[in-house]
Nanobody
Framework: VQLQASGGGLVQAGGSLRLSCAAS????????MGWFRQAPGKEREFVAR????????YYADSVKGRFTISGDNAKNTVYLQMNSMKPEDTAVYYC????????????????WGQGTQVTVSS
């Protein structure tokens, strides 16, 4: 399985970005898709997760109400719409693929994208 994340960039506080994660090769082995982020000097933290159809979603408290995760099963792509962004959202964002039981810890996921930098200026 290969995961390709894109869509990062520089945005002002209060602005929006949309990240995409396209999966290829053996995608049938993935049930849960998640987004994590890692800021300099900090551990990788959970942001959101969903299944391919987007019928179940979970969010970290820090992004709830601002970020929306969605899935497009036909395109094998997951999106993370980020609104009302804050400087503390600055991090490298990673998409990850896991099984049905994958939860909110990085160890639950078997496949990782390369990461995309998101920077929010104040």
């Amino acid at each position: 399985v290969q995961l390709q994340a894109s869509g990062g960039g520089l945005v002002q506080a209060g602005g929006s970005l949309r990240l995409s994660c396209a999966a290829s090769d053996l995608t049938y082995s993935i049930y849960t898709m998640g987004w994590f982020r890692q800021a300099p000097g900090k551990e990788r933290e959970f942001v959101a997760r969903t299944n391919w159809r987007g019928t179940t979603t979970y969010y970290a408290d820090s992004v709830k109400g601002r970020f929306t995760i969605s899935g497009d099963n036909a395109k094998n792509t997951v999106y993370l719409q980020m609104n009302s962004m804050k400087p503390e959202d600055t991090a490298v964002y990673y998409c990850a693929g896991g099984s049905f039981s994958a939860g909110s810890t990085p160890e639950d996921y078997n496949y990782w994208g390369q990461g995309t930098q998101v920077t929010v200026s104040s």
